[in-house]
């Protein structure tokens, strides 16, 4: 069995184990720090793999300036350019499917789907936003919340279109990483702005998960649907 094989899923694995056991053993600030080394730890990996992927590589640089700020998140500014870093790597992540969805054909009962979820989707990100305490947000705040719940929506958008167009590995791992992604920032978002702090538990979880998929994605050759990686 190829090393490469092996190596992702182990590191995942025991960056997992650790990450909860910090999670539930000590507090937040702490757990911020484990987080922000964890990711280092999956940049390094993919680094290794030799594989030149342009917005994975500013996927990695905006995901670790953010979780180092996250260390100093009671501050405004922090909260602020995590919002805004966050976005960027979402966007980063959308535009590496975006010249394989090209073309890119759908029927009307799609469409239709489509805006439906669409809909739903933008009423309940209103309704998360309105569930929080005014106290624990400012103006500028609020408005990077919708701006970033509508990158969220727009990775699953792409996500979904993905998978429909091609029913391969490739779009398992992809749709599997942006779902990670979101449960993750759901999660985390209960926990933090609704104080169920069980929830940071699910955040981690799905927050390593979406990365490693991630990084298993970048091992694709999406024009000759084989694989890189072993």
Do not use: H, W
């Amino acid at each position: 069995m190829k090393p490469y094989k092996i190596i992702l899923p182990l590191i995942f694995l025991c960056l997992l184990i650790g990450n909860l056991y910090v999670i539930f053993t000590y507090d937040l600030d702490f757990s911020n720090k484990v987080r922000l080394i964890s990711v280092l730890v999956f940049f390094l990996l993919f680094l290794s793999y030799r594989i030149m992927n342009r917005e994975l590589i500013g996927f990695f640089v905006m995901l670790l300036i953010s979780d180092l700020l996250l260390l100093n998140y009671e501050n405004e500014l922090s909260n602020v350019l995590i919002f805004i870093l966050r976005i960027t790597a979402y966007i980063l992540v959308i535009k590496m499917v975006v010249p394989d969805l090209k073309g890119l054909k759908t029927s009307l009962f799609q469409k239709i789907l489509f805006v439906s979820v669409l809909v739903v989707n933008l009423f309940m990100l209103f309704v998360l936003v309105d569930m929080v305490p005014e106290k624990l947000y400012s103006t500028i705040i609020r408005g990077l919340f919708y701006f970033y719940g509508i990158s969220l929506i727009c990775m699953v958008v792409a996500a979904v279109s993905y998978s429909n167009r091609y029913a391969n590995d490739a779009s398992f791992f992809y749709t599997t990483a942006i779902l990670g992604l979101v449960l993750a920032d759901i999660s985390s978002f209960i926990a933090y702005y609704l104080g169920f702090t069980e929830f940071y538990f699910a955040d981690r979880f799905f927050y390593l998960m979406g990365i490693a998929a991630l990084i298993k994605f970048s091992g694709f050759d999406r024009s000759a649907d084989r694989v890189l990686l072993r």
